[in-house]
């Protein structure tokens, strides 16, 4: 169930093609979208008594105008276009805001404080949402790294105890399409997902089915994150499942082996189904995750660091303990950067299982 280094890497190459040719959104979707957002303010606005004070209307009122002033900037060809510049208005901005109408350069002064503000409570609550860096279950172990190329990251990383000691450790790590605040709201969508998901107790592949089919019903076409989703059990016993995501390393005596992506990335196609490899560890072997952040890291000639370079870091210290496992990786990431500055979101996580007598539960 294995994949060799071109077969695994293949599912993930595929996609950052389909990435570049494929639009954040389509103006026929978010019209649609649009529409609905109307007709729901209509129907909230009908509903409101007729006895009710002007000023209980007024703010759905003028919202209903904005929906309607940027339906017809779609019909006029008009929409996304800044209206003081009409250089393009980012899209990240339009997929978090589909009415904003001024690109970052002329915000008013109050506006880019605002937006500033913003930022910064994004990027705190997205800090507060990541898991202790240091998690205990039972023979496991699991330590990560993560570190935003700017104040929000669209990675995603979540280490979940089972609400019952007889349960498996969940543990998912993931990369939302795109950069910036769109990418961020959707890495908060995937946590909100996942941590209601995973207290329900579906198998693995239905955990993944289901979450896939709830994250197209929820965000714009265009939008989908790779993602890995594994559980830790008993006796060494691990479950992997991976929407797409660049393949994950299992290190062990035998040397480093890859076990590649078993579906399509979330949010491409609400039917989309999923497989689960099932491995054996032993105590000492490693499993290590990352997103493109670490293995597409350039060094000052355009070489990427790539899956080879990790696997050499991994195998070079098998055994060693999952914080000096991710302070190696990180290491050998700078040394082959010579100090370039990080373009991406960068995420690294190690899931070890303990030598006997190192066993402990998490707190």
Same mark, same amino acid.
């Given at each position: ?21 494929? *639009?954040?959104?389509?103006? *026929? ?18 509903? %409101? *008594? ?25 019909? =006029? ?17 339009? %997929?978090? =805001? ?120 929820? !965000? ?12 830790? $059990? $008993?006796? $060494? =016993? ?18 480093? !082996?890859? %076990? ?11 039917? &989309? ?9 032993? *105590? ?22 790539? %899956? ?28 082959? &950067? ?6 991406? =979101? ?18």
């Amino acid at each position: 169930m294995r994949e060799s280094d071109g077969t695994a890497t293949k599912p993930a190459r595929i996609l950052e093609l389909e990435s570049k040719a494929m *639009p954040a959104i389509t103006d *026929p979707y978010l019209r649609e979208q649009l529409e609905k957002r109307r007709d729901e303010l209509k129907a909230l606005i009908s509903a %409101i *008594p007729a006895s009710e004070p002007e000023t209980a209307t007024a703010p759905f009122i003028s919202l209903l105008r904005e929906v309607d002033s940027a339906v017809r900037r779609i019909d =006029d060809g008009s929409y996304g276009t800044c209206e003081v510049c009409h250089d393009a208005v980012e899209k990240e901005r339009l %997929i978090a =805001d589909p009415l904003v109408r001024l690109c970052l350069d002329h915000l008013s002064g109050a506006e880019q404080r605002a937006l500033e503000r913003d930022i910064e409570l994004a990027a705190r609550i997205q800090l507060g949402l990541l898991p202790e860096p240091h998690v205990r279950f039972r023979d496991w172990r699991v330590h990560y790294y993560y570190k935003p190329a700017g104040m929000v990251s669209g990675d995603y990383c979540d280490v979940i105890s089972p609400s019952s000691g007889n349960g498996a450790l969940t543990f998912l790590l993931g990369d939302v399409a795109g950069k910036g605040v769109a990418a961020s709201l959707l890495m908060t969508h995937l946590h909100a997902m996942f941590r209601s998901l995973v207290s329900m107790g579906l198998d693995l592949e239905r955990l993944l089915e289901v979450a896939n089919r709830l994250f197209c019903e929820s !965000t714009f076409a265009g939008q989908y994150a790779t993602l890995v989703c594994g559980r830790a $059990g $008993g006796n $060494g =016993d691990i479950e992997v499942a991976s929407a797409g995501h660049f393949p994950a390393l299992l290190a062990s005596t035998h040397g480093v !082996t890859q %076990i590649g992506a078993t579906g399509l990335p979330l949010g491409m196609f609400a039917t &989309s189904c999923y497989t689960v490899c099932r491995a054996h560890l032993d *105590p000492h072997d490693t499993l290590l995750l990352y997103t493109d952040g670490i293995s597409e890291a350039n060094s000052p000639s355009g070489e990427e660091f790539g %899956i080879g370079g990790l696997s050499r870091a991994v195998s070079e210290r098998h055994g060693s303990e999952p914080q000096e496992l991710v302070a190696r990786c990180l290491r050998e990431v700078e040394r082959h &950067s010579s100090g370039i500055r990080q373009a991406d =979101d960068q995420t690294l996580m190690v899931i070890q299982r303990t030598g006997a007598g190192q066993a402990a539960f998490n707190d």
